[in-house]
């Protein structure tokens, strides 16, 4: 069985994140054809065009995980019916040098987690916008908008509720099955 190392990108920096707790638990659901590696974008200086000749190490950094990696998991939360800064800034500096789009062809899927009903909706399909610009083919089926998230997680961060369980599962088949078809071999 061919296994596809997959980046998994958080798009909230926030100890206790619903998207983070969301990560893991697809992380640890996802079929074993999946190698899931967690990037920390925490640490990631703002995209500056006049820092290209001399990238910063973390910039380096990411790039060369974001080149390593078959596929892109991707998991946000909604801020102002967009993604976080962080997140658009992890793009654009994976993006860059100009004709060196470290995203280029990587298949992705996107999760997007909500304290509210809405369920980042927004931010789903503006990261959607990003990622077509990038040549990041995002699966559109099944979506996943996780809404009321805060009613989801037990105290140590567990998902407790069996549909959205099964729902990841079953959306984590399908992300094994969109590397699989998008993936060079």
Request: proline share 5%; charged share 25%; aromatic share 8%.
């Amino acid at each position: 069985m061919k296994k596809h190392k997959i980046a998994v990108i958080v798009g909230s920096l926030r100890k206790e994140s619903f998207n983070l707790k969301t990560a893991k638990e697809l992380m640890a659901m996802a079929p074993e054809s999946l190698l899931l590696e967690l990037l920390d974008i925490s640490g990631l200086p703002m995209f500056n065009e006049d820092l290209e000749a001399t990238p910063p190490k973390e910039w380096v950094a990411l790039r060369k995980k974001i080149r390593a990696a078959d596929g892109l998991l991707f998991a946000t939360p909604e801020y102002n019916r967009s993604v976080p800064g962080v997140l658009k800034n992890t793009i654009d500096v994976g993006s860059r040098p100009y004709g060196e789009n470290s995203w280029n062809g990587k298949p992705a899927a996107i999760v997007s987690v909500s304290t509210g009903a809405i369920s980042g909706f927004g931010a789903n399909h503006h990261l959607r916008q990003s990622l077509t610009f990038v040549n990041v083919p995002a699966m559109a089926q099944p979506e996943a908008y996780i809404g009321n998230a805060a009613d989801l997680f037990d105290d140590d961060g567990k998902l407790i509720n069996n549909s959205t369980k099964d729902f990841l599962k079953s959306f984590m088949e399908a992300f094994e099955k969109w590397v699989d078809t998008h993936v060079k071999q």
